[in-house]
Nanobody, 123 residues
Framework: QVQLVESGGGLVQNGGSLRLSCAAS????????MGWFRQAPGREREFVAA????????RYEDSVKGRFTISRDNAKNTVYLQMNALKPEDTAVYYC????????????????WGQGTQVTVSS
């Protein structure tokens, strides 16, 4: 069982930055690849970024490439999402998730989910 708690969301102006954190419980954090997803009002949840167990492998959704960076610290059981050059269309609830499989953009690959943190980008 893995419990995930996101933090770091908030209100930021267009072009600003935020860093999201996701703290995981348990001693098996390094056994999971981790992902970030987001859900905007009225839209389905979508993939944002994922990172492999070691951190060597990363994958991004096209619209965030070059602006967002996913990283992890296995010693701290934490995964991060650094978000720069934020745009109003990035406004959403952001969720972190854990997968026992390799790096994936598929929701079905992820077994554990956090409760989400709201990110709002004002224009």
């Amino acid at each position: 069982q893995v419990q995930l708690v996101e933090s770091g969301g908030g209100l930021v102006q267009n072009g600003g930055s935020l860093r999201l954190s996701c703290a995981a419980s348990g001693r098996t954090f390094s056994s999971y690849s981790m992902g970030w997803f987001r859900q905007a009002p009225g839209r389905e949840r979508e993939f944002v970024a994922a990172i492999s167990r070691s951190g060597a492998g990363r994958r991004y959704e096209d619209s965030v490439k070059g602006r967002f960076t996913i990283s992890r610290d296995n010693a701290k059981n934490t995964v991060y999402l650094q978000m720069n050059a934020l745009k109003p269309e990035d406004t959403a609830v952001y969720y972190c998730a854990a997968s026992p499989s390799t790096v994936s953009s598929m929701e079905s690959s992820y077994n554990y989910w956090g409760q989400g943190t709201q990110v709002t980008v004002s224009s």
